[in-house]
């Protein structure tokens, strides 16, 4: 278990377990401008309880963030999903969750971390926030896929490199 120290008062970091739909899914209920269509909510929550997941809990057993992981190949891997409750935003919960979250990478032997987010190519206030957070972590623009999510939501595929320098 790992403690946030930036958080105030410090959550702690715990992960990763299986089954833990029941305690992400109030949180994408509480992002409704990122989580908005009930049926691809119900399906993240399904996925959460399938794949690995770090949670951060606050005050012992509250969890106000999450982060679920998917391995494609031995040695890269994907941010499926993650949400810190609007309450908690901005105060180093998200940065606990990932850097917990590439630590485990790393020592399984992941090199190549990706995320796919909302591509700026439709403006949005809140995916821009989003992005914010990921260029911010580390994370660099790769590929954008103008239909993988249909031409509404043009998708902008993101990648850190997790190998250590030099
Ligand atoms: C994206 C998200 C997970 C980030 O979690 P968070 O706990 O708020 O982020 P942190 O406090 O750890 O931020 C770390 C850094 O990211 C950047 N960042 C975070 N939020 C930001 C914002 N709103 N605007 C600009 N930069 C931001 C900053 O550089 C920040 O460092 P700083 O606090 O020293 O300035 C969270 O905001 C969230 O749940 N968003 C809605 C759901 C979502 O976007 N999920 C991902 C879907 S692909």
Redesign the pocket.
């Known amino acids: 278990m790992t403690v946030v120290p930036a958080a105030s008062p410090p959550v702690l970091i715990s992960g990763p377990a299986l089954g833990q739909g029941f305690q992400c899914a109030p949180i994408l209920w509480a992002?409704p401008a990122?989580f908005g269509i009930p049926s691809a909510t119900a399906r993240y929550v399904a996925d959460i309880d399938v794949l690995p997941t770090w949670t951060a809990l606050h005050q012992g057993d509250h969890c106000v963030?999450f982060l679920t992981i998917r391995r494609h190949f031995p040695t890269a891997a994907e941010v499926h999903?993650?949400?810190?409750r609007p309450e908690?935003?901005?105060?180093?919960?998200?940065?606990?969750l990932l850097a917990a979250v590439e630590e485990h990478l790393r020592h399984e032997g992941v090199e190549f971390l990706q995320?796919k987010?909302l591509s700026p190519a439709r403006p949005d206030a809140n995916?821009e926030?989003?992005r914010?957070?990921y260029l911010?972590?580390g994370f660099q623009p790769l590929e954008e896929f103008p239909t993988l999510w249909g031409p509404a939501n043009p998708c902008l595929q993101m990648v850190k490199d997790l190998r250590p320098a030099g």
Do not use: E
């Open positions: 992002l990122w963030g999903v993650m949400g810190v908690h935003h901005h105060q180093g919960v998200g940065r606990g995320v987010t995916y926030k989003t914010a957070f911010a972590q």
